[in-house]
């Protein structure tokens, strides 16, 4: 421990006699001070590197696995919903009860799409198909994809991500877009490939990357082909889709179109998120195993975080009786275990955040693109500030019965 600056207080001295002194009282400087107690706590941790590295591979464990759970929660949930997001549209005409673009909810009419473009405030209408088809394999056997129907030539709805081919080849025959990361699975599909989707042919024009919802891959098609492939018939839609003009107020233009479809529903962008992500917590039932998975490492964290500090405790026991016996109180001492438990907490979040970094790099894949918002690092430096700071508690109570007295004991 390093020495602390001390401030000796001369009393007067009262002379009875030449040989008689009062004794000199000695005290801290400033023994409630911040400062002092700030400097002590990190003189006390450094030096003892054996234990600081013990509190920080806790903070860095429950960092790394609450991390991991968290962006394992978050990919999943962008999995299914990018196509809304990709999509341009502001607002969804969709079949009554639509919790998710799933193609299954029913029908709309094609006419929601003329009518949609009159509406004031409305710049485009485009219509969207979508429903689940098989792919043939050559081997024999079928995959599932998700086939989506867009118009050309604007191709509102997708394709997205596109890593080999243009768009614009879907204006051909058959055509259709494959997700890339699915070829192999797909019997080794190439560019000009043809393959059996629903007991039509098709031919692979292009490729796309990451678009892997729960289910099936994503497959991209112009409208008329995937009607056909889809054995849609004619005049109805899955779904319609809706630009707002610059400067349109969405729920005004929103209240409109519902005037207009009182038959469907209209919702904006954040509704049919918030729709698609309750589906996806209420069916596949992550919210609550990812909840438990970061519960469990932060629980860890602490147990090891708690246990290391309060052996620090400890083994300089003698040392915060000495803190006591020139002055310190236990609320000084609570304070240097306060700055203790805070400069763990970030060091600890630095380096496991660090690692986190290194590791999403590593594993990043389309099957499993891992997603960390950049407030995750925030909220995790807060969380582990308390973490800490909760664990620190543990080493308090040892310390509130250290007595100035066992200094002077052998």
Not at 10 to 31: D, F, G, M, W
Not at 154 to 161: D, E, I, K, T
Not at 167 to 172: D, G, K, R, Y
Not at 315 to 325: H, I, P, S
Request: aromatic share 6%; charged share 15%.
């Amino acid at each position: 421990m390093s020495t602390t600056a001390l401030q000796i207080e001369v009393a007067p001295v009262e002379r009875t006699s030449p040989k008689k002194v009062v004794a000199q009282p000695i005290a801290l400087v400033s023994p409630h001070s911040w400062a002092t107690m700030a400097r002590l706590g990190w003189s006390m941790l450094f030096h003892d590197r054996l234990k600081l590295a013990g509190t920080l591979v806790g903070v860095v464990f429950a960092v790394l696995l609450s991390n991991f759970q968290v962006g394992i929660y978050f990919s999943l949930l962008l999995r299914n919903t990018m196509f809304v997001e990709r999509a341009g549209a502001d607002l969804w005409i969709t079949p009554p009860g639509t919790v998710a673009l799933q193609g299954g909810d029913g029908t709309v009419p094609d006419s929601v799409v003329a009518v949609a473009r009159a509406v004031p405030g409305v710049e485009w209408s485009a219509p969207l198909l979508m429903g689940a088809a098989s792919v043939k394999l050559p081997e024999g056997g079928q995959k599932p994809v998700m086939l989506v129907g867009t118009e050309l030539p604007a191709l509102r709805g997708g394709p997205f991500n596109v890593v080999a081919g243009t768009p614009a080849a879907l204006a051909m025959r058959d055509a259709v877009f494959f997700e890339g990361s699915r070829r192999e699975l797909l019997g080794g599909l190439n560019l000009g490939s043809v393959r059996e989707v629903n007991g039509h042919r098709a031919q692979a024009v292009g490729f796309t990357s990451g678009l892997l919802p729960f289910g099936p891959s994503y497959a991209f098609a112009s409208f008329d082909t995937a009607r056909e492939l889809l054995h849609r018939s004619n005049h109805e839609l899955s779904y319609a889709m809706v630009g707002l003009s610059p400067g349109a107020d969405v729920r005004a233009v929103q209240e409109r179109l519902r005037a207009q479809f009182p038959s469907q529903e209209v919702l904006t962008l954040a509704e049919l998120k918030q729709r698609t992500i309750g589906q996806v917590l209420r069916e596949s039932g992550i919210g609550k195993s990812i909840g438990s998975g970061v519960a469990m490492s932060v629980l860890c964290g602490f147990v090891i975080v708690a246990l290391t500090m309060f052996s620090a405790v400890i083994d300089r026991v003698r040392q915060f009786g000495t803190l006591k016996a020139l002055g310190a109180t236990n609320l000084d001492l609570a304070r240097l275990l306060l700055v203790q438990a805070i400069t763990c907490a970030v060091i600890g979040v630095l380096l496991g955040e660090t690692l986190v970094a290194w590791f999403l790099r590593a594993i990043r894949e389309a099957e499993q693109p891992l997603t960390l918002p950049p407030w995750l690092m925030v909220a995790t430096l807060a969380g582990m500030t308390v973490m800490c700071m909760l664990a620190s508690s543990l080493a308090l109570l040892r310390v509130r019965r250290v007595e100035p007295a066992m200094v002077f004991r052998g």
